[in-house]
């Protein structure tokens, strides 16, 4: 540079304007030296003691502040990097000391110790720590290590450690399965809930009761709570299921469960879903006898109806069809309303009745009976007896009354004719009746009027009409009509109005009168 010193004075001012930064740095200087002089008149030389001169600069920075960042990942990273940072770069040259310390992760096993120095150049502001994670099979959860500085060289600390978090990516795989089946004569079940590696603490895992389950908490089984815990360092644990034992004749029941969480990142509940669900039956050891029994056993015509009870020894837990048949002598849909052939035991109940509705009806009939043998279910915890039951419906119509007609028929002059007597019903009967028949003689006489028979008409159901045929003999005698009578008698289901029927004969002969003169 150049500086002049006007003429008259005897110095002149060289201004060095200082330029702020914001790099730490030690006191600086700026050297001016006089290096030639020249004037328009006199003569000068450059000061062999005087000829330089030096400005320092004081630095107003502070030191810089270093400070690490903490860093968490999965162990599977291969490393961690931890950043040293400087707020400023500095050209003092700043170094700080590291090393690393186990927390829950064990140096040199859950990752590879480190110890040195960082030592900074005057335009770095950040160096890396690098630390060489282990990857490993063990379930040992999230596990921690530092990063401690220390030392520092013309620099402070904003802070001086850092943690390194390993995140575990290892866990225990949870299933459950069926141990034992259940029987409800006291024998309780189990389901064994597992893990396929062991963790070092407790693990709770929680578990629902399927609504596809059967059986019913606190009714078939004590309740259960919902959650097992399997101990530290355990690889299982189980789910004990009490049975209740009852009466009830319920056939096998079921207990299904899923489960559904578990309180630890350390253990997952199996993506397999049967594996995460188990099933367990409670074997029923209750039988039932199903019988029937008439009563009343007694029906009668005209709206005395009768009555069948099916009967269960135990009761059911669900609804029970039992079928049945019918036979015996009455007809149904005549003499009673149609039976469907099943009845239904409800739920907890323990008989059921079958009504045997009468329908009246004109007919004489015997008594007619209503049998009810039972033929179902076909089911193992039911013994079937078959002996059968008997309703017994008592007719209250009479039975119906006999008569016989007064037949008659001409006699001819030889041979034989016949002449039928006719024995009726006014109606019809469901009985089978008989009547017993004679021929008297009245002013005919058996054997030269007619020819004597005798027998027993049997009338069956429906019938209302037989008949009696009778041989007239034919004969040239004048002789006037004459009669004989059958006669009825020893009826059976039926009673007799007119017991005797008049037959007559009507003579066709006329007597010729002749007159001779036996004498003068």
């Not at 004569?185 to 578990?207: E, H, L, P, R």
Request: glycine share 8%.
């Amino acid at each position: 540079g150049e500086v002049v010193i006007a003429a008259g004075q005897t110095s002149q001012t060289l201004e060095v304007a200082v330029i702020d930064d914001n790099i730490s740095e030690f006191s600086e200087t700026v050297e001016g030296a006089l290096t030639e002089v020249s004037a328009s008149a006199g003569q000068f030389e450059i000061s062999s003691e005087q000829g330089s001169a030096s400005v320092s600069i004081t630095d107003n920075e502070a030191n810089p502040k270093i400070s690490i960042q903490s860093v968490s990942g999965s162990e599977n990273a291969g490393s961690f990097t931890f950043d040293v940072n400087l707020d400023r770069p500095s050209e003092k040259g700043v170094s700080v000391k590291y090393a690393s310390g186990g927390i829950e992760a064990t140096p040199n096993v859950d990752f590879t110790t480190v110890l040195g120095t960082l030592s900074f150049s005057s335009v770095q502001t950040q160096l890396p720590i690098t630390v060489t994670i282990t990857n490993d099979s063990q379930i040992e959860g999230d596990e921690t290590f530092s990063i401690v500085l220390s030392e520092p060289e013309d620099a402070e600390f904003s802070n001086s450690a850092a943690i390194g978090t390993i995140e575990d990516d290892d866990f225990a795989t949870i299933s459950v399965e069926k141990t034992d089946d259940a029987v409800e004569d006291g024998t309780d079940g189990k389901f064994t809930v597992s893990m396929d590696n062991s963790i070092s603490q407790d693990i709770q895992v929680s578990y629902l009761v399927d609504v596809t389950s059967t059986a019913t908490g606190g009714t078939d089984y004590t309740a259960l709570s919902g959650t097992v815990t399997i101990p530290s360092g355990q690889l299982s644990a189980t789910i004990d299921v009490e049975v209740v034992s009852d009466s009830l004749v319920e056939g096998d029941e079921t207990i299904q469960i899923t489960l559904t969480g578990v309180n630890s990142s350390l253990a997952r509940i199996t993506d397999v879903s049967g594996d995460k669900t188990a099933t367990l039956t409670i074997a029923d050891n209750d039988q039932a006898v199903i019988s029937v029994s008439a009563g009343p056993a007694n029906a009668a015509e005209p709206s005395t109806d009768g009555k069948f009870t099916i009967n269960l020894s135990n009761p059911t837990q669900a609804a029970l069809d039992v079928t049945y048949s019918i036979t015996g002598t009455a007809t149904s849909g005549v003499d009673y309303t149609v039976l469907s052939g099943t009845a239904t035991i409800p739920a907890l109940g323990s008989s059921v009745d079958v009504d045997v509705d009468v329908m009246d009806d004109s007919l004489a009939e015997d008594a007619e009976t209503v049998i009810l043998t039972l033929t179902g279910p076909n089911n193992s915890l039911y013994s079937v007896d078959t002996t059968p039951a008997t309703v017994t419906i008592s007719d209250d119509d009479l039975n119906p009354t006999a008569s016989v007609n007064d037949p008659q028929i001409t006699e001819g002059d030889s041979g034989t004719s016949t002449m039928t007597f006719t024995v009726t019903l006014p109606s019809a009967s469901a009985k089978t009746g008989t009547v017993e028949y004679t021929l008297v003689d009245d002013s005919a006489t058996a054997g030269s009027d007619y020819q004597s028979t005798s027998g027993t008409l049997t009338f069956y159901p429906g019938d209302t009409e037989k008949t009696v045929d009778v041989s007239v003999i034919g004969d040239t005698i004048a002789e006037g009509d004459e009669t004989f009578n059958l006669v009825l008698s020893n009826e059976t289901n039926m009673t007799i109005a007119d017991n005797t029927g008049v037959g007559t004969i009507l003579d066709d002969d006329i007597a010729t009168v002749s007159v001779e003169m036996t004498s003068d």
